[in-house]
C-alpha cells in the first residue's frame, strides 16, 4: 500500500486526515510473512503469495485477504497480479516495488538511464511528497518523459531534497486495460526494460533517500497503481467496498 490516509475508523474520503500511511505502516506488506505455493501455469512457473489481514491491523479496518501471483513467462515477461477482499470499506492501493539498474546492479548512478513514458500529466506533491490533488501537465517541466530522456538531465531543475524523482504519472487509457507504462535503456550494456499496467498512475522513484542503506539514484523503481490525490473526489477509487 502507498501513501493511504488513516483516521483510525474510515467514514470514507471525506474523513479528516491525521496521519499519512507509507507503504502500508510501520509493518507493511513487504515485512510480513506470506504463504507461498509454487505452481506452473500455462504461461510459465509461478508463485502464489497470500496473506490475511485482520480488522484493526495498522489501523485499517475491516479484514483483508490479499493474493499476489508472479510469473515468469515463458515469453521472458515477469508479471505480477494483485487481488484483494475486504468486509469493510477500507483504503488498499497494491503495487510492487522493486529496484533495477540495467548497467551493473548499483555500482554506477542511474542517471544515464533513458526513460521514456507515455504520460503527458503528473501528480505534484508538497513538501512532505504528498499529492496536493492537483493534475499537471508535464511539457516544459523537467517531468516531461514523452521523449527519451536520461534520467538526470533535468536533476538540477527538481526542488526536491535529497535530488531525484519520486512522482505519480498519470498513464494515458482507460484504467483496467492493460497499457504502455514506460521504458528504460541503458545505453552501454543495450539492457532495456518495458512496463506494461492496468493501473491508471505509475510512481517513478530514483531512490533518492537509499542513502541511509545505499548510495542514491544507483537504481529506478516504476510502481504501478492508483492515483492518491488527497483533497480530490478520485481518492475515493482507493476505497475498496465491501
Not at 152 to 168: A, H, I, Q
Amino acid at each position: 500500500m502507498l501513501n493511504s490516509p488513516s483516521t483510525g475508523r474510515l467514514t470514507g474520503w471525506r474523513s479528516i486526515i491525521r496521519l499519512i500511511v507509507c507503504t502500508g505502516g510501520r509493518i507493511g506488506y513487504d515485512r510480513r510473512f506470506w504463504e507461498v505455493t509454487p505452481f506452473h501455469s500455462p504461461e510459465g512457473p509461478a508463485i502464489r503469495l497470500t496473506l490475511t489481514d485482520l480488522d484493526g491491523t495498522e489501523q485499517y479496518p475491516g479484514t483483508v485477504h490479499v493474493e499476489v501471483t508472479y510469473t515468469l513467462t515463458i515469453l521472458g515477461t515477469w508479471r505480477i497480479t494483485y487481488s484483494a477482499t475486504t468486509d469493510q470499506i477500507t483504503p488498499i492501493n497494491l503495487t510492487q516495488h522493486a529496484y533495477f539498474n540495467l548497467k551493473d546492479g548499483g555500482r554506477s548512478p542511474i542517471t544515464d538511464h533513458l526513460l521514456q513514458m507515455p504520460c503527458t500529466h503528473y501528480t505534484p506533491t508538497d513538501a512532505s511528497l504528498i499529492p496536493t490533488g492537483e493534475i499537471c501537465p508535464v511539457a516544459g517541466s523537467a517531468h516531461d518523459f514523452t521523449q527519451p530522456k536520461p534520467l538526470g538531465r533535468d536533476f538540477n531543475r527538481l526542488e526536491s531534497d535529497p535530488v531525484g524523482y519520486d512522482c505519480n504519472y498519470v498513464i494515458p487509457g482507460p484504467s483496467g486495460t492493460l497499457r504502455w507504462a514506460a521504458s528504460v535503456t541503458e545505453p552501454v550494456s543495450g539492457r532495456s526494460m518495458q512496463v506494461y499496467t492496468t493501473q491508471p498512475g505509475v510512481q517513478l522513484y530514483t531512490g533518492n533517500f537509499l542513502g541511509r542503506f545505499f548510495i542514491g539514484n544507483r537504481r529506478i523503481c516504476l510502481s504501478t497503481a492508483r492515483r492518491i490525490l488527497l483533497g480530490n473526489p478520485a481518492l475515493s477509487r482507493c476505497f475498496t467496498p465491501s
